[in-house]
């Protein structure tokens, strides 16, 4: 079946250190696929995206990273703040264009 | 507004009770999408519109769910005789192409 999961539950950081949240995926055909933070009583906001064709993609402070080979997917984020405390799920667009989405993972940034 | 807004935000109902939940989509949007998020974990996928047109609610869990979207921009979802097992919080998201907007969601609680 499809599944999308993340290795680690929760991730302690300091505050000013890089974070790496990594993902994986099970459907080899699908072609697109999103980060989301979702702040505690929010709903989820987009981070970054990537296409099946691209192998890493930089925003602001965030990176994404695809490895099709092993399905894998990750997200870097830079100099991790307080305010990048939240839960940080990947999805990816199934064959029919729904979203489906992780566990999630906890990020927890200490001052 | 300029985002998604749903409400209400929090609703307690009773077991047995109806209830319906309100979405407002970001104005232009021609998809809109709702999702049920269980504590700690991902949304899953409940139903999806493309204007007035409820094409996919393969993820609705029984009967007792419905939604509509009468003139292609609010959605009302409406759960009927509800259980315990319905409380979770309920998702909006509108979106033009691929993005999807999230709304902060409702928290339904069933006593």
């Known amino acids: 079946g499809e599944s999308v999961g993340l290795h680690l539950p929760t991730l302690s950081v300091q505050e000013g250190d890089n974070s790496i949240i990594n993902c994986a995926y099970s459907?080899?055909?699908?072609?697109?696929f999103i980060w989301y933070k979702q702040e505690s009583g929010k709903g989820p906001q987009f981070i970054i995206d990537i296409r099946s064709n691209m192998d890493k993609r930089q925003g602001q402070r965030v990176t994404v990273l695809l490895n099709k080979t092993v399905k894998h997917l990750s997200l870097q984020i830079a100099a991790t703040q307080p305010g990048d405390s939240a839960v940080y799920f990947c999805a990816e667009f199934s064959d029919n264009r729904k979203l489906i989405w992780g566990l999630g993972t906890s990020l927890a940034v200490n001052p | 507004g300029a985002g998604v807004s749903q409400s209400p935000r929090y609703k307690v109902a009773k077991r047995g009770q109806d209830v319906a939940l309100r979405c407002d989509p970001i104005?232009?949007?021609?998809?809109l999408f709702w999702y049920q998020q269980a504590l700690g974990q991902g949304p899953e996928f409940l139903t999806y519109f493309q204007n007035e047109a409820q094409l996919d609610k393969s993820g609705l869990p029984s009967d007792r769910f419905f939604a509509e979207r009468p003139e292609g921009s609010v959605s009302t979802l409406k759960i009927q005789r509800t259980q315990q097992e319905d409380s979770a919080v309920y998702l909006c998201a509108s979106s033009r192409q691929d993005e999807q907007f999230f709304g902060p969601g409702t928290r339904l609680t069933v006593l």
């Open positions: 459907n080899s055909a699908s072609d697109y």
């Open positions: 104005s232009g949007h021609v998809s």
